[in-house]
C-alpha cells in the first residue's frame, strides 16, 4: 500500500523502513539515484534518514517517525521551537559548508520531521553548488513563520551570510531566532 505519492515518486512504508519507486510515468532524471548518493554522503555528517539501499529505480531508508515541523510548532512551547530552530538551522550550515544545495528549505514543510531527533528528508533534488541556499532559505520559511524579525536587520544578516559564509554571520542569524 502507498504510504505517500510524490510527483516522481511514490513511497511505501514496511516496517521500520520506507521505500521510494520512481514512477514509471516520471520524466525525472535519476532522481534516485540521486538522492541515494547524497544520503550516502550525508549520513556520515548525521543529516538524512538512515540509508539502507539505493539503485536507479528504488532506494530502501528508515522511517523516521515524529511531526512535520509546524504541526510539532502547534503542540510545543517556545523553548522548545527554539530548539528544534536551532538543530535545524546547524543542519542547513553543514549543508552548506559541504557545498550542498537542498532545494527546499524556503519551504520545507514535509522536509523536517520533528522526533527523536529532527530529520531532514527527501534529497532527491538536491545538487553540488557553490553558493547553496539552505540556511537562508530556512531563515525565509522561519520570518515568514515567525513574522518576529525585524526584516530589515535579517536581510541584512542574510546578505553578509551569503558573501562570506562565515560562522560569526551564521551565529549572528541564530541569535535573531533563538
Same mark, same amino acid.
Given at each position: 500500500?502507498?504510504?505517500?505519492?510524490?510527483?516522481?515518486? @511514490?513511497?511505501?512504508?514496511?516496517?521500520?523502513?520506507?521505500?521510494?519507486?520512481?514512477?514509471?510515468?516520471?520524466?525525472?532524471?535519476?532522481?534516485?539515484?540521486?538522492?541515494?548518493?547524497? #544520503? =550516502?554522503?550525508?549520513?556520515?555528517?548525521?543529516?538524512?534518514?538512515?540509508?539502507?539501499?539505493?539503485?536507479?529505480?528504488?532506494?530502501?531508508?528508515?522511517?523516521?517517525?515524529? +511531526?512535520?515541523?509546524?504541526?510539532?510548532?502547534?503542540?510545543?512551547?517556545? @523553548?522548545?521551537?527554539?530548539?528544534?530552530?536551532?538543530?535545524?538551522?546547524?543542519?542547513?550550515?553543514?549543508?552548506?559548508?559541504?557545498?550542498? +544545495?537542498?532545494?527546499?528549505?524556503?519551504?520545507? #514543510?514535509?522536509?523536517?520531521?520533528?522526533?527523536?531527533?529532527?530529520? #531532514?528528508?527527501?534529497?532527491?533534488?538536491?545538487?553540488?553548488?557553490?553558493?547553496?541556499? @539552505?540556511?537562508?532559505?530556512?531563515?525565509?520559511?522561519? @520570518?515568514?513563520?515567525?513574522? =518576529?524579525?525585524?526584516?530589515?536587520?535579517?536581510?541584512?544578516?542574510? =546578505?553578509?551570510?551569503?558573501?562570506?559564509?562565515?560562522?560569526? +554571520?551564521? +551565529?549572528?542569524?541564530?541569535?535573531?531566532?533563538?
Amino acid at each position: 500500500m502507498v504510504y505517500a505519492k510524490g510527483k516522481r515518486m @511514490n513511497v511505501y512504508k514496511i516496517f521500520n523502513f520506507i521505500i521510494k519507486i520512481k514512477k514509471k510515468e516520471s520524466k525525472a532524471v535519476s532522481s534516485i539515484k540521486n538522492e541515494g548518493i547524497w #544520503l =550516502k554522503k550525508l549520513n556520515k555528517c548525521g543529516i538524512g534518514p538512515k540509508l539502507y539501499y539505493y539503485n536507479d529505480k528504488f532506494i530502501i531508508c528508515k522511517f523516521v517517525k515524529g +511531526d512535520r515541523i509546524l504541526d510539532y510548532f502547534k503542540k510545543v512551547d517556545l @523553548n522548545k521551537k527554539k530548539n528544534v530552530v536551532r538543530e535545524v538551522l546547524r543542519q542547513c550550515r553543514i549543508l552548506d559548508k559541504l557545498k550542498v +544545495d537542498k532545494f527546499e528549505m524556503h519551504h520545507p #514543510l514535509k522536509h523536517i520531521i520533528v522526533g527523536r531527533k529532527i530529520v #531532514l528528508i527527501d534529497f532527491e533534488r538536491c545538487k553540488y553548488s557553490e553558493r547553496p541556499k @539552505n540556511v537562508t532559505g530556512f531563515c525565509q520559511f522561519l @520570518n515568514n513563520y515567525y513574522k =518576529k524579525v525585524d526584516s530589515d536587520k535579517l536581510k541584512e544578516v542574510l =546578505k553578509k551570510y551569503k558573501e562570506s559564509y562565515s560562522e560569526e +554571520d551564521f +551565529d549572528e542569524i541564530v541569535g535573531l531566532f533563538c
